[in-house]
C-alpha cells in the first residue's frame, strides 16, 4: 500500500528557504506510472495547489509560487522535495505532499494518496 | 487561473439528511473536477473524480454530477463520520484551483 511521510524543520525565518522532504514507501518514485504533487494549507484556509511532478523530471507549479519553488527528487532514497525560498509569514500553513493518480484512458488526474501533512510556521 | 466557488461555505444538518454542496467554475472544466473531503486535523481525501466517478471504497451514499462550469455533490444520507469540510478542484488546466470549502456541521 503507498504511503507518505512529510518531514522538515516545524519552524523557518523569514526570508530564508522553507525544505520539506516526502518519502514514499509502498511504490517505486522513479517509475514512469506515477506522479507528485505538493499542497499546503495556511491555519484555518482552505487548499493551495503547489506543484507537480511526472516522470521524475517534469515539474509544473504555481504561478503565484514559481519564482522561489523548486521540486525535485531523490530516487536513490525514494525521496521528493519541496524548496521555497525567500519565505514569510504568508507561507505559515500545513505542508502536505501526494500521490498523484492519472487514468490514461480518460485523463483525469486527483490526489489519490496523501501524506499527513507537516505544519511549518515562519517565525523569527 | 480558474475560479472555483463553492456554496454554501457552510451548512447544518442533521444524521439521516440529504444533503448538496454547489461548486463553480469561473470557465469551462469539462468534467475535470473532483471532490475531497477533510476531517479536522486530517489530510484531504478523494471521493469523487471526474465529476461523478465514486474513488474505490468510498460509500455509495456519496455521488457527484455536472459538466462544464456547474458541478453538484451530493450526500443522500448524512452519517455521523460525514461531518466535515468539503473541497471540490479542477484539474482541466493549471495552476489547479480549490474551491474555498463547504464545512457541514451538526444541527
Known amino acids: 500500500q503507498l504511503q507518505l511521510q512529510e518531514s522538515g524543520p516545524g519552524l523557518v525565518r523569514p526570508s530564508e528557504t522553507l525544505s520539506l522532504i516526502c518519502t514514499v514507501s509502498?511504490?517505486?518514485?522513479?517509475?514512469?506510472?506515477?506522479?507528485w504533487g505538493w499542497m499546503r494549507q495556511p491555519p484555518g484556509r482552505g487548499l493551495e495547489w503547489i506543484g507537480n511532478?511526472?516522470?521524475?523530471?517534469?515539474?509544473y507549479y504555481n504561478p503565484s509560487l514559481k519564482s522561489r519553488v523548486t521540486i525535485s527528487v531523490d530516487s536513490s532514497k525514494n525521496q521528493f522535495s519541496l524548496r521555497l525560498s525567500s519565505v514569510t509569514a504568508a507561507d505559515t500553513a500545513v505542508y502536505y505532499c501526494a500521490h498523484l493518480y492519472y487514468d490514461i484512458l480518460t485523463g483525469y488526474k486527483y490526489f489519490q494518496h496523501w501524506g499527513q501533512g507537516t505544519l511549518v510556521t515562519v517565525s523569527s | 487561473d480558474i475560479q472555483m466557488t463553492q456554496s454554501p461555505s457552510s451548512l447544518s444538518a442533521s444524521v439521516g439528511d440529504r444533503v448538496t454542496i454547489t461548486c463553480r467554475a469561473s470557465?469551462?472544466?469539462?468534467?475535470?473536477l473532483n471532490w475531497f473531503q477533510q476531517r479536522p486535523g486530517k489530510a484531504p481525501k478523494v471521493l469523487i473524480y471526474?465529476?461523478?466517478s465514486l474513488q474505490s471504497g468510498v460509500p455509495s451514499r456519496f455521488s457527484g454530477s455536472g459538466s462544464g462550469t456547474d458541478f453538484t455533490l451530493t450526500i443522500s444520507s448524512l452519517q455521523p463520520e460525514d461531518f466535515a469540510t468539503y473541497y471540490c478542484q479542477q484539474s482541466y488546466s493549471l495552476p489547479w484551483t480549490f474551491g474555498q470549502g463547504t464545512k457541514v456541521e451538526i444541527k
Open positions: 509502498g511504490a517505486s518514485i522513479s517509475s514512469s506510472s506515477y506522479y
Open positions: 470557465q469551462s472544466i469539462n468534467t475535470f
Open positions: 471526474g465529476a461523478s
Open positions: 511532478m511526472y516522470h521524475s523530471e517534469r515539474t
